[in-house]
């Protein structure tokens, strides 16, 4: 039976003891009063729900799916989906960070963070139908009018409405500036909007009353391209003047899609067929409005995996303590039984170590750019908030790409720590496999968010960005230097640190006479530039431990961080030197092979 213990302790710790988030929250006015315990109660009435509402429902969901009628293109959701999602909103989950002007509770933006990634431990294919929803109010909260506002986000607010994005059609996927849906005017500031759109998470079920879909398609007059998109709010049923539900609109799921994974999230084609929407900020800027919602997205991929991450390891640590099997090669440990466990064995403690390692170093990271997020849309100073959004921007291809490769990495080590029984359904280590495995995809392909980190983040201005990074890294290294205690630590960032800047540079320089050559170091520079980035976390996150204990903490759970943090440093971080190795090594090995692509 799979278990799920929400890591509070390490929420606390990442949030009050590395980053101290109230501290910059007292910075921000709606959140000046925020102290550490309502944080942490709040999450701990959240991991409540997770761990005793969601999870149980994970495997039967995955078992049950999603089933659509043909005949009223509904869709039923898996027995226990629907209650949930009542008790979610009844118990005020739904308004946790949503502005108190549409009822929201405007608690910080990393306390949403930590509830989801709980969420996504216990069942991610439930935790996308709200997730959508945060999403689009995001979009809308931006960019919608006083009146689209007051009409759609008190009822995204409260969860009684929930919302998706419809991008992709069957011909495009990221190319967005391929698409074909045509929105016409109707002269009364209202649009018919026609098309197909695939692969829309949430896009149809039975959890809410309404359902808001956020459309991209195209005006008679657009431009051809992505600068010829437009944003349009389509509604399940049409809303009144009143705010009563109206007529039904013609929008429907014409299918679902059959997944490796996240099965009990209802992944539908969506037809539109001369349906009822409302321009959401100016026309053929489109992309814009919908930015705010793909780079919400991308964040909360990258939760999704941490949380999946963290679901593994629990299971294939507690496992590893109960199977024996083979003795020690250095003797016996468990004397009294006919063998060892295998938690005994070397390699096996690798693979937890490594899900173990990932999973805090993603917490960190998705923490600190959940207070980006919150400083760039709350924080009073100008320079701050736009100092805030250029680090996230920076940010966010490596939160969805390196957490989610690092997910692909640690479900999959963790099911081998299971052996046959990982690979069999009893255990529910194969679902986390399969349900991870779409994160490194949806979103943007990670190859995608690599060539924008790559190509857009960092050559885009030069390194500018990245340099404020390095700044980080340079005062913490100029901070514990000459700490003997913290050299393990120190050196390998400070080293990485000094290479990617020349790194950097040949690879720009490169780019620069061979566009290709972007493409060819891209993924290999984003894992190098996401270890860059975990380092500098765990470094932070061993000083704080260092400093416990000094002062005389007998807590066992920093002396674990310090294990952890040895081991990321010795087994995992000096896959840099590969991938630094691997980009250099140029485009033509790639793309000079006509003949072996025959």
Known sequence: MTIYNPPLRDMQFVMHEVLNVTRDLAAIPMHADMDADTINAVLEEGGK????????????????????????????????????????????????????????????????????????????????????????????????????????????????????????????????????????????????????????????????????????????????????????????????????????????????????????????????????????????????????????????????SLGLTEVAFQNALAYAKERIQMRSLSGPKAKGQPADPIIVHPDVRKMLLTAKAYAEGGRALLCFSAMLLEKEHNHPDEKTRKDAAEMLALLTPIVKAFITDNGHIATNACMQVFGGHGYIRDNGMEQFVRDNRINMIYEGTNTIQSLDLLGRKVLGNQGATLKKFGKLIAALVAEEGVNEKMAEFINPIAMLGDQMTKFTTEIGFKGFQNPDEVGAAAVDYLRVAGHMVFGYFWARMAQVALQQIAAGSTDPFYTAKLQTARFYFAKLFPETSTLMRTARTGVKVLMDTDAALA
Request: aromatic fraction near 8%; glycine fraction near 12%.
């Open 49 to 304: 729900f997770a761990a005793e509402v969601l999870l149980p429902i994970n495997r039967s969901g995955d078992e049950e799916h999603c089933v659509l009628d043909p005949v009223s293109h509904e869709v039923t959701t898996p027995t226990g989906f629907k209650a949930a999602y009542k008790q979610y909103i009844e118990s005020g989950w739904a308004a946790l960070a949503c502005d108190p002007a549409y009822g929201g509770q405007g608690l910080p933006l990393v306390v949403n963070q930590c509830f989801y990634e709980m969420m996504n431990s216990a069942n991610q294919a439930w935790a996308m139908y709200p997730g959508l929803t945060h999403g689009a109010y995001a979009a809308l909260y931006t960019n919608g009018t006083p009146e689209q506002k007051e009409t759609y986000l008190h009822k995204m607010t409260s969860g009684e409405w929930t919302g998706t994005m419809c991008l992709t059609e069957p011909h495009c996927g990221t190319d967005l500036g391929l698409m074909r849906s045509k929105a016409e005017p109707q002269g009364d500031g209202t649009y018919k909007i026609t098309g197909t759109k695939i692969f829309i998470s949430a896009g149809e079920h039975d959890l809410s009353d309404n359902i808001i879909h956020l459309v991209l398609a195209r005006l008679p007059d657009a431009p051809p391209g992505i600068k010829g998109v437009s944003l349009f709010i389509v509604p399940k049923f049409l809303v009144n003047a009143d705010g009563s539900l109206g007529a039904r609109n013609s929008v429907f799921a014409s299918r679902l899609e059959h997944k490796m994974g996240i099965k009990a999230s209802a992944t539908a084609q969506i037809e539109l067929e001369g349906a009822i929407g409302t321009l959401v900020g100016e026309p053929n800027k489109g992309m814009h409005g919908m930015f705010v919602m793909m780079n919400a997205a991308r964040l909360g991929v990258g939760n999704q």
